[in-house]
């Protein structure tokens, strides 16, 4: 077994290269190691598991979720470890779990704003809490007053929370000391009422379902293409299944009935444009054309809807300025954070997209 000198000088090693840029594919193998070899309860395996969680939450969050465990076994005061573990929760759509990770993480440092920051906006837009949300978003506001993400989240949850005014003191007051495309957007927001269409639910009759707001029928295609039959019918599956993962990921973004129309819309448009790509004689690129994956969308997959459901709804938050992260918007589809990112750079090349696009936005860009 190694001695305790040679795993100190493997943490150092470490160390020095988690201080530089450096590729993960050396790393991971090094805090595998560090972990295997050190005393379970060693100040080295804590370090290596935390670590481990750090690298992999965006990519494996169920995996980093059990490292963060590990550290947390034999040191419960470690409020990184609690933050990756409610980061790994929140990508995971366990919401009820990151919010208590985010208060082990506050009282191992509670002057940390972010962490008040981070479980107050999950409050607000994962779990629809605005109220539970606010004693925190205060505090970080508070704490850190000149910061745009802070504010947008602390102003969202007062609106939410039909405190309208106030909201709109605070967001002024931020856009008087600094400029933010962010602040500007969510000023739309509170200008269209949005505080009165997300705090309580719209009638019934005024809110039809994305299902409902859609034909799903396939014509019937003449009996001599019988290609084009299954085209057309796999299409309609891609389609309804698209059309279920969106109708839920999108009640739990801060999105109004109009905006979810949209995003239906480019779900059918980015469909369309696969479905084109692999037409009969337009053969698929090959993955190693160099600048592939930016110029085309593949034919979803079964597996792959639910990156193209979370980037469908990025890309509505992309053109309509709204306030949310990738992260955000990833966790409620379940979707690697990684995944959503390359999902929406191919939707925005294929489709030129761009902020306030005409064809989808729904606010006006001033």
């Not at 495309?181 to 009165?196: F, H, I, N, T």
């Not at 053969?283 to 110029?295: I, V």
């Amino acid at each position: 077994m190694d001695s305790i000198a040679e795993l100190n000088r493997l943490r150092e090693e470490i160390e020095r290269s988690l201080r530089r840029p450096f590729d993960p594919a050396d790393i991971l193998p090094r805090l595998a190691r560090l972990a295997r070899l050190s005393p379970s309860a060693s100040e080295n395996a804590v370090f290596a598991h935390r670590q481990l969680a750090e690298l992999l939450v965006e990519q494996h969050p169920w995996r980093a979720a059990i490292y963060a465990r590990r550290a947390l076994k034999h040191c419960p005061d470690d409020d990184r470890a609690w933050a990756v573990l409610a980061f790994c929760q929140t990508l995971l759509g366990n919401f009820n779990c990151a919010a208590k990770a985010y208060h082990g993480a506050i009282r191992a440092a509670p002057g940390n704003p972010w962490y008040a920051h981070n479980l107050g906006h999950l409050l607000d837009v994962g779990l629809g809490a605005p109220l539970r949300a606010l004693p925190w978003l205060r505090r970080a506001y508070g704490a850190k007053a000149d910061n745009s993400e802070i504010v947008a989240s602390y102003v969202h949850a007062l609106a939410r929370a039909t405190h309208t005014e106030e909201a709109r003191s605070v967001l002024e007051l931020a856009l008087a000391r600094f400029a933010s495309r962010e602040l500007k957007a969510l000023l739309r927001w509170l200008d269209q009422g949005a505080p009165s269409r997300l705090s309580r639910p719209l009638p019934q009759a005024s809110t039809p379902s994305i299902a409902e707001s859609v034909s799903l029928d396939v014509p019937s295609p003449p009996r001599r293409v019988l290609r084009s039959a299954v085209r057309k019918e796999r299409k309609g599956r891609n389609l309804q299944h698209l059309v279920r993962l969106l109708e839920r990921g999108l009640l739990h973004l801060p999105l109004d009935a109009r905006q979810r129309e949209r995003a239906l819309a480019l779900g059918r448009d980015a469909l369309a444009d696969a479905a084109h790509q692999t037409a009969p004689g337009k053969p698929l690129q090959r993955a190693n054309d160099e600048g592939a994956a930016a110029r085309t969308i593949t034919r979803p997959r079964s597996d792959d809807v639910a990156d193209l459901a979370a980037a469908v709804a990025y890309a509505i938050v992309y053109v309509d300025h709204v306030p949310l992260s990738h992260a955000e918007v990833a966790a409620p589809f379940r979707v690697a954070v990684a995944s959503l990112r390359g999902r929406f750079a191919e939707l925005r090349a294929k489709l030129d997209l761009i902020r306030g696009d005409a064809r989808y936005a729904t606010v006006r860009c001033s």
